[in-house]
Nanobody
Framework: QVQLEESGGGLVQAGGSLRLSCVAS????????MGWFRQAPGKEREFVAA????????YYADSVKGRFTISRDNAKNTVYLQMNTLKPEDTAVYYC??????????????????????WGKGTLVTVSS
């Protein structure tokens, strides 16, 4: 049974930091590009960051570049999102996703959003001003 389980969300003040984790099971983790997406209330789901299969290539949305860092540990079947200098506009439910067809760069393409192989259930991040 495939599972992606996110954790690490919570309430933080603007300027603070959080680290999200996503633990995968039920598939060969190292065969998949992994990404983070988010969905704010009333908005569409959007790309945040992606990592290639072995983590040597990463890609970020412009809105988080320089503040967020994606990493993965294939030995632990886990992908992380370190979020620094958080802003109120970062408030959203954060989802991890796995896709065997994407690269780190292409995972953020709008056409890939509906084509991800697996999604987690999400973790809520709330940034207060």
């Amino acid at each position: 049974q495939v599972q992606l389980e996110e954790s690490g969300g919570g309430l933080v003040q603007a300027g603070g930091s959080l680290r999200l984790s996503c633990v995968a099971s039920g598939f060969t983790f190292s065969n998949y590009a992994m990404g983070w997406f988010r969905q704010a209330p009333g908005k569409e789901r959007e790309f945040v960051a992606a990592s290639s299969r072995i983590g040597n290539s990463v890609y970020y949305a412009d809105s988080v570049k320089g503040r967020f860092t994606i990493s993965r540990d294939n030995a632990k079947n886990t992908v992380y999102l370190q979020m620094n200098t958080l802003k109120p506009e970062d408030t959203a439910v954060y989802y991890c996703a796995a896709d065997h067809q994407s690269t780190a760069r292409t995972m953020g393409a709008p056409s890939r959003l509906s084509a991800m192989d697996y999604w987690g259930k999400g973790t809520l991040v709330t940034v207060s001003s």
